[in-house]
């Protein structure tokens, strides 16, 4: 059983450009959340897809954008990339669950390097 | 949202038990208290939750104090492999939505010397 993939592993860009993360739930799962990682920081909520719409939101400009297919698969998409932006883009997928109790599992993450 | 405090790093040695607090003393009636670990290299896992009962699975213990303030993860016998970063985290079950998403702190960084 394959778990959360995330695609690409490493990514290098320069200031200005764009780019899109993409993410594989867990089989069976169909609630997906991105994170980002700074370094040596814990990771911090972006935003959450269930039944193709953004769910719930955290402190992220709009520039963080994302969307969620069919098949329940992820991406990510960051426009105007900042040097800030620099850091491990973590995917988890769950079960849809009004209690917030749901597992999350996490991926490897993709390492942006904003250059 | 109700926080929580960790040490930022502990040691212990290998083949011995290992005790990693939390303090939450905002804590509400319907959080949850969840302890999830980042490997390194790797992303978070899950590793134990519960709300007012001690808990146990395969992984670890979770010791819950009495006005559940704070709490303790127990690793029973360290390993190598269990050197990572713990995270301590509160969700409110009661919450709807809002109790999906997982707030992170900067957890406690585990060292195990063999």
């Known amino acids: 059983d394959a778990g959360v993939t995330q695609s690409p592993t490493h990514l290098i860009k320069t200031r200005g450009q764009q780019v899109t993360l993409r993410c594989s739930p867990k089989?069976?799962?169909?609630?997906v959340s991105w994170y980002q990682q700074a370094l040596g920081q814990g990771p911090q909520f972006i935003f959450q897809?269930?039944?193709?719409?953004?769910?719930q939101r955290g402190n992220f400009p709009d520039r963080f954008s994302g969307h969620q297919f069919p098949n329940y698969s992820s991406e990510l998409n960051v426009n105007a990339l900042l040097l800030g932006d620099s850091a491990l883009y973590l995917c988890a997928s769950s079960l849809a669950a009004t209690t917030g109790l749901n597992i999350q599992y996490f991926g490897a993450g993709t390492r942006l390097s904003v250059l | 949202d109700a926080k929580t405090t960790q040490p930022n790093s502990m040691e212990s040695n290998e083949e011995e038990p290992v005790h990693l607090p939390c303090n939450h003393s905002?804590?509400?009636?319907?959080?949850?208290i969840h302890w999830y670990r980042q490997l390194p290299s790797q992303g978070p896992e899950y590793v134990i939750h519960?709300?007012?009962?001690?808990v146990n699975n395969r992984m670890a213990s979770l010791a819950i104090a009495e006005d559940r303030k704070s709490s303790t993860l127990i690793l029973h016998r360290a390993t190598l492999r269990d050197a990572a970063v713990y995270y301590c985290?509160?969700?409110?079950w009661g919450s709807g939505n809002a109790g999906n998403m997982l707030t992170f702190g900067g957890g406690t960084r585990l060292m195990v010397k063999p």
């Open positions: 985290i509160l969700r409110d």
């Open positions: 519960g709300l007012t009962s001690n």
């Open positions: 905002t804590i509400s009636g319907t959080d949850y």
């Open positions: 897809y269930y039944e193709e719409e953004e769910r």
């Open positions: 089989s069976g799962h169909d609630t």
